[in-house]
């Protein structure tokens, strides 16, 4: 396995952890903020399961953009129901005129929202004539290509948090229309790309583990491999972010841990916010091959970031991290040692 080799000098994150008292939180009344985009100038977009995005103002101001807000949200009241069903905003990203993309996990379909008004239209959802399946994911490269993560095609999702199914795949969207490009993933989540655009890493979520993929000039991926450790321990890998020293962040679900690849391909561990008897329950029924149960999922994580999703790095300079979960209200927030890698829209 070959390992990306920008990174120079010492590793800024060796021996960093994040403590207690180096959180503070962005935001409030929020739902299912697991996806979360940044702007220079500090605006901060958050995946909302009322059907839309919260637009959160450097100021801490809140705007909740959607067609209209759906309700079906409510975890105190059906968890099982508020997280499989409905409209369930979750990747975003933004296009080239600034709109945003959301990869709906609920509705099974990307769409587009235009972020002055929150009118929203489809853009796919359908695939060589049958429906896309659990889209989760979209990414916009320099070219204005999207790269789309379908995580499986079992519904409700929950029944596919097994080790045994490995019905994921990557859609390109491009100017020949969309297209499967690789396929057989144990549950694609989160992609991303290195600085150069040569490789696309994909978080494999019931693999636990990362793998990656040559892109060729015409979208074509091949040389799949693992790309770190082939099991990265407890929870099972949701979001993925690069820093720019070129260590890869990434957010284990169930377990609430943030860890990072780091270019030698080693696994460091900088958090962990869960449920450490819950997580045991969660690994041996995992462990099993069989699906792991709602009840035991819904006993998993803290109270930090529960359900951790994924890693955002945001503000002028790119080192306040941000951690978006799927049962959180709010979003936890720290200084990093190391500056996030610019994204396209940057």
């Not at 499967?180 to 290195?194: H, K, Q, S, Y």
């Amino acid at each position: 396995m070959t390992l990306i080799q920008q990174a120079r000098g010492p590793n800024p994150l060796t021996g960093f952890r994040v403590e207690d008292h180096m959180l503070r939180t962005i935001g409030h009344d929020l739902q299912r903020p697991e996806c979360i985009l940044a702007q220079r100038d500090g605006t901060l977009w958050s995946a909302d399961a009322r059907g839309g995005v919260m637009r959160i103002a450097p100021d801490g101001g809140q705007t909740l953009l959607c067609q209209s807000a759906d309700p079906h949200f409510d975890l105190s009241d059906d968890a099982e129901q508020s997280l499989v069903s409905g409209t369930l905003p979750n990747g975003l990203a933004f296009d080239a005129d600034g709109a945003i993309l959301v990869a709906n996990f609920g509705t099974d379909r990307l769409e587009i929202m235009d972020r002055q008004t929150g009118a929203t239209r489809v853009l796919h959802d359908r695939i060589d004539g049958r429906p896309l399946g659990k889209v989760n994911f979209v990414l916009r490269d320099s070219r204005g290509r999207l790269w789309l993560t379908v995580s499986t095609m079992v519904n409700p999702w929950t029944d596919a948090i097994t080790p045994s199914i490995r019905d994921g795949y990557i859609a390109l969207v491009d100017d020949r229309g969309i297209r499967a490009v690789a396929d057989g993933f144990a549950f694609t989540n989160e992609v991303r790309l290195d600085a150069a655009e040569e490789w696309l890493y994909v978080a494999e979520t019931t693999g636990k583990c990362v793998t990656r993929l040559r892109i060729g000039a015409d979208g074509s991926l091949s040389d799949r491999e693992v790309y770190g450790p082939s099991n990265l321990g407890r929870g099972v890998i949701d979001g993925i972010c690069f820093d720019a020293f070129g260590n890869l962040w990434a957010t284990m679900i169930f377990a609430d841990r943030l860890v990072a690849i780091t270019p030698d391909g080693d696994c460091l561990e900088l958090a962990e916010f869960g449920n450490p008897q819950a997580t045991d329950r969660f690994e041996a029924e995992f462990a099993s091959g069989a699906p792991v149960s709602f009840e035991t999922l819904v006993a998993c994580g803290g109270t930090v970031a529960p359900w951790l999703a994924s890693v955002t790095f945001a503000g002028p300079d790119l080192r306040t991290a941000c951690l978006g979960s799927l049962r959180g209200t709010n979003i936890p927030a720290f200084t990093s040692p190391v500056a996030g890698l610019p994204m396209v829209h940057w």
